[in-house]
């Protein structure tokens, strides 16, 4: 590592919707936008989940390319149904496609330390960050704040010049009060507290004008009501369904041998739900191609919900994982540090360019990705 390296710090606010810092009150997201780069929105990947859109982040792929196709899914060759509550799924590198961007950067020499990141507790193509943490969701977020300054603070033989840190926050508050609440008011002005203390924190290193500091997220959140629910088997039979994995909004079928006209054609008749088989899904979604794909994707439509029986008042709050073109969906990316310009507005640019962004600041070869570097070329202090 050279004295004159230049760092990244990339943190994540879970279910961060695009338009939270003009809904509350905000100061340090202000202050980033100011002093560096705010895009208008950045768009998920399709379905508009954590894990799905945390890997894309990490990788520049569509979740149809990284394998990370919804919070859960059936995939035979792991043995049964991924879920992110499972944890021996979620450290099983073979869950993983594609290469991260600490994969990336330990391959050509450059020390990784994630906080947390989907994906960074399996050994993806037999390789960790060199510091990470096993996911820890009572962890007091000041606590992860100053375990990344000091992993700052390490001597340059084993300071990482790539870290990635993660906060559950504002999702769970958004799934219990909706994305407009006092409640999420006061979580989100929480936040932009944690986000003043890292920002001062950085400020005080004695390099700190060398790091980059990246906040995004990985998609928004909407209302959902009781009122607005499908329940499946009031119009598809049982016996046409193998296995249904993935919830609402979102569900992936696996169809009983003949099945998939049956089930598609029944329920796109139904209000607030759409139906696809594999090969028919819209190619804007990015969907379908993945040999851990089944046979057919169910998809509320925004602001509905869809289930296989239950009590519907559950189906209250918000939630996510609608249609990537539901602005709702849509999330934050600010920047600011030596490599980004002042006061710029990044239009409007979708999620896989994220990976490549991160490979260009460390000066990195990056591995293939589904971006395209010139979407967002215009952000850098510097050109290419």
């Known amino acids: 590592m050279s004295a004159h390296d230049n760092y990244v710090v990339m943190v994540s606010f879970d279910g961060f919707r695009w338009d939270y810092a003009d809904l509350y009150d905000t100061p340090t997201f202000d202050a980033m936008a100011r002093n560096g780069v705010r895009a208008i929105r950045m768009i998920p990947s399709f379905p508009t989940q954590t894990f799905p859109n945390h890997y894309t982040l990490a990788t520049g792929l569509y979740p149809d390319h990284h394998g990370i196709i919804n919070n859960s899914f059936y995939a035979p060759e792991l043995g049964g149904v991924y879920r992110i509550s499972d944890r021996r799924k979620v450290q099983d590198p073979d869950a993983y496609f594609g290469e991260p961007i600490w994969v990336t950067a330990e391959k050509q020499g450059i020390r990784t330390a994630s906080y947390f990141w989907v994906g960074s507790e399996a050994p993806v193509r037999g ?111 049982p016996r046409w369904v193998e296995h249904i994995t993935g919830g609402s909004p979102v569900s992936l079928v696996d169809a009983a041998a003949g099945c998939e006209d049956s089930i598609t ?93 991160v490979a260009r600041l460390l000066e990195l070869k990056p591995a293939r990705t589904d971006g395209d570097p010139a979407r967002v070329s215009g952000m850098f202090s510097t050109p290419d």
Do not use: C
């Open 265 to 357: 054609v029944s329920l796109n008749k139904v209000e607030g739900v759409m139906a696809w088989k594999k090969n028919e899904i819209p190619a804007r979604l990015h969907y379908g191609s993945s040999p851990r794909f089944p046979d057919v994707l169910l998809m509320a439509d925004s602001g509905w919900s869809i289930g296989t029986g239950g009590d519907p008042s559950v189906y209250t709050g918000g939630t996510h994982g609608y249609d990537n073109a539901f602005t709702q969906m849509h999330t934050i990316f600010y920047a600011e540090g030596p490599d980004f310009r002042k006061g710029y507005v990044q239009p409007d640019f979708p999620n896989v360019e994220v990976y490549g962004i």
């Open 127 to 237: 390789t960790h960050p060199t510091y990470w943490k096993t996911y820890d969701g009572s962890i007091p977020y000041m606590e992860r704040v100053d375990t990344v300054i000091r992993w700052l603070k390490l001597p340059m033989d084993k300071r990482p010049r790539l870290i990635l840190l993660y906060f559950d926050e504002p999702d769970h508050s958004g799934h219990d009060y909706g994305p407009v609440h006092p409640e999420m008011g006061k979580v989100v002005e929480y936040l932009d507290e944690v986000l003043a203390y890292l920002r001062g924190e950085i400020a005080d290193l004695e390099y700190g004008d060398r790091v980059n500091l990246v906040v995004l997220s990985d998609h928004g959140m909407a209302s959902v009501s009781p009122q607005r629910y499908v329940n499946l088997y009031d119009h598809i039979k």
